[in-house]
């Protein structure tokens, strides 16, 4: 299987059509058809459904389709990272992340390594835990932020020193919304929207008292963004971290932190054996910089509130 075929086939899923593939391909029609048929031959699958106006892929093709586009992406990362080698840090950073509001220690981090490597790029990818972290074992990231309990054998990691606090997202008009925090007694019926890992690993039912899948989930999701559209909705109420929705004065939504109070850490996590690129590299540094300068304000505050 060449990789120049994979690119046609990608061409092909793309466009949904043969000749605009073609054309976009800059290759004539003929060739492109003999080239996927050679291919569905290779692999002995039907890779395209042909319709009247457009083709579609069949099971088979989208699992090539997935894994063509991680093949090719890889390329690209590979490729960046040769022509990047050497002594200037330039190049290309790609980081996988779960939705945070403590993003912003990272993305500082790489504000301030642009400023004194501006020929550097970063490229963010989000995703929930399952998502990132696949990506991260593929290699087509050079970087993964977790948030909360995750397996971290496989990793080298630093735990940064920023915290997520676990709520409920509600509108205004919500009952629970007059409370200043929502308790585990609170939520039994009420219709609750929260991330399908949050249901696979059962991760409240610490805190809940009982099993979490016991109570009324109207609504999973993968990110918030629809989820959040669910609620303005009047769906139910998402169980979140703070800082995802829109929850400020004047908005429709608001925030309600768990009672007892629930936080979920988070770890900057890398392949071990992992060989980076200069700039990959680079960042890493600038990081753990951040994170030391960070536990030391930290300390040194704490010093200060004790000899007052």
């Known amino acids: ?40 031959e290779e692999l002995g699958r039907r890779l395209f459904v042909r319709g009247s106006r457009k083709i579609t892929l069949t099971e088979e093709g989208m699992l090539l389709r997935k894994r063509a586009e991680e093949i090719t992406a890889l390329l690209d990362k590979t490729e960046s990272e040769i022509i990047s080698a050497g002594d200037a840090v330039s190049g290309d950073v790609f980081i996988g992340c779960a939705e945070t509001e403590q993003m912003r220690f990272l993305i500082r981090a790489a504000k301030r390594m642009r400023d004194d490597y501006p020929d550097v790029n970063f490229h963010l990818f989000s995703g929930n835990e399952e998502i990132v972290a696949e990506r ?23 735990t940064l020193p920023r915290e997520d606090v ?79 929705c829109g929850t400020h004065t004047g908005d429709s939504l608001c925030f309600r932190p768990l009672e007892p109070r629930v936080t979920a850490g988070l770890v900057f996590a890398w392949k071990k054996y992992q060989v980076f690129s200069r700039a990959a590299e680079k960042f890493l540094e600038y990081v753990q910089k951040a994170a030391e300068e960070e536990r030391a304000a930290e300390h040194g505050g704490a010093e200060d509130n004790g000899r007052d």
């Open 166 to 244: 676990w709520g409920l997202v509600m509108r205004r008009d919500h009952p629970l919304a007059a409370k200043e925090r929502v308790r585990p007694e609170d939520l039994p019926g009420v219709p609750l929207i929260c991330s399908r890992q949050m249901i696979d690993n059962n991760e409240m039912s610490g805190w809940l008292g009982r099993d979490f899948r016991e109570l009324n989930i109207a609504a999973t999701y993968n990110l918030v963004f629809n989820a959040a559209l669910m609620v303005e909705e009047g769906m139910g109420a998402v169980l979140t971290i703070e800082g995802l």
């Open 1 to 40: 299987m060449e990789l120049r075929v994979l690119q046609y086939f990608l061409a092909i899923a793309r466009e949904e059509s043969i000749t605009k593939a073609a054309e976009f391909l800059h290759i004539t029609q003929p060739t492109l058809s003999r080239q996927i048929r050679e291919l569905e």
């Open 136 to 158: 991260l074992d593929k290699g087509l990231v050079d970087f993964a932020l977790f948030i909360g309990q995750v397996s971290l054998e496989k990793y080298n990691y630093l």
